[in-house]
């Protein structure tokens, strides 16, 4: 999984680049994004808005590239106690 970011940091991302940042995330997190989307529509329509708006998309890429399995991104991202929540809840169902 590679990651490109030239953007300045502090500005939102685009939809996209988003969008993409989320994906990677959740797959290292195992979850399936579809499933997510389908099952609990409004916790993801809300993460997805945060990641779109969100303001250091720039450490979240760098951690993601070095070492994606690095806690570090849990401090800084909006949506690291949903993530988190959703792996711990679909990890109780499965």
Known sequence: MQIHYDRSAGKPTT???GE???QCRMTI???DSGAIER???EAFDRIKRNCASCSV???CALDLKRDPT???WEAYCPNSGA????VA?????H
């Open 39 to 41: 099952d609990f529509r």
């Open 70 to 72: 690095n806690l570090a």
């Open 20 to 22: 993409d940042l989320l």
């Open 57 to 59: 998309r720039a450490p």
């Open 89 to 93: 809840l679909t990890e109780a169902i």
């Open 29 to 31: 997190l195992g979850l």
């Open 83 to 86: 993530l988190n929540a959703l």
């Open 15 to 17: 939809s996209d680049e």
